[in-house]
């Protein structure tokens, strides 16, 4: 990813609907997985550190981040006052066993990632009965303009997700998709924009449409519904 895609990324990711829905998914889930460890917990490609930001905001005292990009350290280390290095998810500078968690945010779709070197790398530095989460986008048939501009080379089903995960050793491994109430509307965009040469997702939205998406969002956690279809997709696994 380009430096104007990272600060770009640090400009509107505190703010805009999707990186909101985002974050209350993630902390939802490291919350309850995370609270009876009190172990270390990785934000592995963190970008600019909004995730690490927020679970530090909720108490989770040891957290740190990485990422490939060292402008990017920086920002997340100022964003979050906490340590964050400069390294890759294919060969991750850590000890075996360090963390408690791992979460992972649309980080293993990216052009520079070993899928399965990077999951091997995760699974070495959990301890034992640790959990990894990770964040994918769905669907290879919406790769699009956006996806290009920041580099993800891959999207996923649930299946694949899921089998990704369990060929890499991963035990009790379970996933679901997100942001399906929108998809609808996302796969018109696609399409309208595909090809265009279009600017990137990332950016700001008009008040009205940002708070309407980010009450669809909000709507899917209060469900709490297992959608056969989104946008994205979550996954949790467990360290044999």
């Known amino acids: 990813m380009e430096a104007r895609e990272y600060q770009r990324l640090h400009e509107v990711e505190q703010r805009m609907w999707w990186f909101r829905g985002l974050r209350a998914n993630l902390l939802a889930l490291a919350r ?41 350290c920086q920002m997340a280390r100022a964003r979050s006052g906490r340590p964050v290095v400069a390294g ?36 070495r530095c959990l301890a034992p009965g640790g959990r990894l989460l990770l964040n994918l986008p769905a669907y290879g048939w919406l790769m699009s303009d956006h996806d290009r501009r920041v580099q993800n080379a891959r999207r996923y089903t649930r299946a ?5 995960v369990r060929e890499a050793g991963f035990d009790r491994v379970r996933g679901y998709y997100w942001n399906s109430l929108l998809l609808p509307l996302m796969v018109v965009r696609r399409l309208l924009r595909r090809g265009g040469g279009a600017e990137s997702d990332v950016r700001e939205f008009p008040a009205l449409l940002d708070r309407l998406f980010g009450g669809a969002l909000a709507l899917e956690r209060r ?4 959608f056969p279809f989104g946008g994205s997709i979550l996954i949790l696994a467990e360290q044999a």
């Open 88 to 123: 890759s998810l294919n060969t991750l500078p850590f000890r075996d066993g360090a963390f408690r968690l791992i979460v992972s945010a649309d980080v293993l779709c990216h052009a520079r990632v070993d899928e399965g070197a990077a999951l091997r790398e995760m699974r």
């Open 160 to 164: 694949q997700a899921l089998a990704l």
């Open 32 to 72: 309850r997985d995370s609270a009876s460890g009190g172990g270390a917990v990785l934000d592995a490609g963190c970008g600019t550190g909004g995730v690490l930001a927020d679970l530090v905001a909720c108490g989770i005292e040891h957290a740190f981040g990485l990422d490939v990009s060292e402008p990017a």
């Open 223 to 226: 469900l709490d519904f297992p």
